[in-house]
């Protein structure tokens, strides 16, 4: 298999005047900065009452948002961005997509806390979650185009555009960064540590989430091999989340989180926006708006407008 080819000759860092850019590359792009720095006002909060477990879980996201990035760039070449303002990596990598890993991942890590689950649960909530939240972007993304797949082994079968692998890969991995990030909280409680230490876990947690990751694809390779289709696979997989999480008997919270509850705003207006405005594909419109939907109102349930804490 052929590796991708990064040119180097291009710089690590280059901005580009947003008003060359399509008008939806500059949209989304405020949009999910303003999504990224709510997480970052929800972390410093965190800080100031004490709590080191939001910058945990935001830096960790951040570590393994990178590295699989530049993991992709160099050894897998099944996608390519659009130009966007502010380009990273030699022209790879969009800033903005630092920011959708931590609109989906901090968001969704949060709203699975707020459900009163056991580790493993929580884990399948989350990742879940992040399936609903992300996959109208995955719909949508490529229509506008902000990128494009290529013909890769890893995205010969898809739905509606969306390579399976995709949608497997937001539920399985960020499963596996939640369950990592909820086992070292457990362990380590509210007790303050050393920087060196903390750096140190963000490190370990991230690269454990690519490793568990991994491992949790081989049952897909197994059934795919034995000859049952991406979609029955990824239904399965799907299902059997479902499964896990209805029987850790999920008891909905509230929050007041207002930055958390923005952040569900922004995200989720901004795709409505889009899918009103837009020339889509109708079953992408009906597709991403369904799953829009679940994503709200399972974040209702949550807490984001119907219910409070105690």
């Known amino acids: 298999m052929k590796l991708p080819v990064v040119d180097t000759s291009l710089p690590m860092l280059e901005l ?16 999910l900065f303003a999504c990224w720095l709510l997480t970052l006002v929800h972390v410093l909060k965190a800080l100031k ?27 897998v070449d099944n996608f390519g961005h659009e130009r966007f303002s502010v380009m990273l990596y030699h022209h790879k990598l969009p800033l903005y997509i630092t920011f959708v890993y931590h609109t989906v991942v901090y968001t ?25 939240m992300y996959t109208p972007y995955d719909l949508i993304g490529p229509e506008m185009p902000w990128w494009i797949w290529k013909d890769h082994l890893t995205t010969e079968s898809r739905w509606l555009g ?36 903390f750096n140190a876990e963000v490190v370990v947690v991230s690269v454990k989430t690519l490793l568990l990751g991994f ?41 007041r989180d207002r930055e958390i509850q923005w952040i569900s705003y922004l995200w ?18 009906l597709s991403a708006g369904a799953l829009i939907a679940i994503g709200v109102t399972v974040q209702l349930l949550c807490g984001t407008l119907l219910l409070r804490e105690p």
């Open 16 to 31: 580009f005047n947003p008003a060359s850019n399509p008008l939806s590359n500059g949209l989304i792009e405020i949009t």
């Open 49 to 75: 009452a004490g709590d080191q477990r939001s910058l945990f879980a935001w830096l960790s996201i951040l570590v393994y948002a990178v590295v699989l990035e530049v993991i992709t760039y160099n050894y």
């Open 108 to 132: 969704c890590l949060h709203f699975a806390r707020r459900l009163s689950l056991t580790p493993i649960p929580e884990a399948a909530v989350c990742g879940l979650l992040a399936v609903a």
């Open 162 to 197: 969306v390579p399976y692998s995709s949608t497997l890969w937001m539920f399985l991995f960020h499963g596996a960064l939640c369950w990592l990030i909820a086992r070292r909280d457990r362990q380590r409680g509210e007790q303050p540590t050393s920087l060196l230490h």
């Open 215 to 255: 491992v949790l694809f081989i049952p897909y390779h197994a059934l795919h091999f034995v000859g049952l289709s991406d979609g029955i696979i990824l239904i399965l997989f799907l299902v059997i989340g479902c499964v896990i999480v209805a029987s850790g008997q999920p008891q909905f919270r509230g929050t």
């Open 268 to 285: 989720h207006g901004f795709f409505i926006v889009v899918l009103s405005v837009a020339d889509l594909p109708l079953l992408i419109q």
